[in-house]
């Protein structure tokens, strides 16, 4: 008999796809009156149509729906992209991001001291340039129109917290993290570096960590004289420093500053790729500057008795995760090719793909950490991939062995879709369980 979190994930699911869907079909307006495409199956035929082929045409999308009872045309699937369509599709995963979340924690101490692990990071997504007017892009060639994804990812949990969608021309610094649960912990890139945003977390009793950006002021106490970063660091005599400063030209935000030094061969790249970028500009880089390259420098508000500096610069690589999540978007569910059509039909795969991408975190997450063997999420979709046949039975059965076969999914990922372990280069996930051990 399935365990009853099967049974729990089943339900969710039904109830996402059965209940709530033909409601939000309605409100937004994409069923009207009585017809025989459903949104329930709208949107079945295209989870599954897009699950089992990314690239699916319409005439293949045309097939799944009559294996669910309903006889089309490609050219009759096409009219129904329109902008209805695009806020059902729109509200429909909204409402999967609020109801498919988990409570299964990941079981590694130095992170459950915290009531989430949340990382922050945006990728863009290039559009036909008949669309620049909606969606502008950066404006270089072939890229006019476009779209930039914000996702944070909750690791905790491994679950997608919070989506949303900008002109890919919008700068990062310009969006503020959705959620700030207190006691949470927030990844940031340089990116998305910006003294208002580390202000609102510490002000709610959320934490931070950040990479410092290159010019911020820093000084040893308000109303003091700016430090010299540069020569801060020349006075170091080991590899690892830490001080408590002020950050920000009017000194606004006291943090912790953690310095580390690099490898030399990684200072004289970036020293290399300096120098090209300065000529490529018309100028030259300052002794400053390239003495700043030795060092990666971060700050956090995080207080020391919770996390040390070596702890701090240890779970700080958990941001590559967020990279992982949008290449497996981008290269397995085909984010990044959703193009050659019209601007709702490509809205309604954005928004159908990242639904696909939230049921995949869900149903794997709580196996991510199985006696230290470590979940591979893109080998998770292609075997989830291989499942596209078995869940159109289940929903031909009014998704009664549907329990059943999310444990058997269960098993199959516990057996095939584990990590390789890599004595030379382990994970950041297998560095931190080690960690703690």
Known sequence: MPQPQFSQQAAK??????????LLARQSGFVKRHSKLTGDIFIKSLVLGWLKHPTASLSTLTQQAAELGVCLSPQGLAQRFNPATVAYTQA?????????????????????????VYLLDSTSITLPSALQNTWAGCGGPGAKAGLKMHLTFEYLRGQ???????????????????????????????GYFKLETFERLDQQQAFFISRLRSGSVLSSAPGQKPLDVAALCQSFSG?????????????????????????????????????AAAKRKGWNCSAKHLALLDWNI???????????????????????????????CKSQLGLDQVRGCGEHRILTQLYIRLLLCVVLCHVSAPLRLVQQHE?????ALMLLSGY??????????????????????AR????????????TCPSTLAKLTAYNA
């Open 13 to 22: 699911l039904q109830h996402l796809l059965d209940h709530v869907s033909p």
């Open 92 to 116: 429909l995963f909204a409402q999967a991001l609020q109801s498919m979340q988990t409570q299964d924690l990941v079981n590694i101490p130095l992170l459950t001291q915290f009531t989430g």
């Open 160 to 190: 997608i917290s919070a989506i949303d969608l900008t002109d890919s021309k919008r700068s990062d610094r310009l969006y503020a993290p959705p959620q700030v649960p207190v006691g949470s912990l927030h990844l940031f890139d340089l």
């Open 239 to 275: 590899d690892e420093y830490e001080c408590r400063l002020w950050v920000g030209a009017k000194a606004r935000l006291g943090v912790r500053v953690l310095f580390r030094r690099c490898p030399t061969a990684v200072a004289d790249e970036r020293r290399r790729k300096a120098h």
């Open 298 to 328: 971060f700050i956090t508000n995080v207080p020391e008795e919770r996390l040390s500096l070596a702890q701090v610069l240890q779970i700080y690589p958990l941001r590559w995760q967020i990279e992982l999540l949008f290449k497996l």
């Open 375 to 379: 979940l591979s999420l893109p080998k």
């Open 388 to 409: 596209a046949e078995r869940l159109m039975r289940c929903c031909q059965r009014s998704w009664t062995s549907l329990p059943r076969l999310l444990s058997r999914f």
């Open 412 to 423: 199959d990922l516990t057996r095939f879709c584990q990590k390789t372990r890599r004595k």
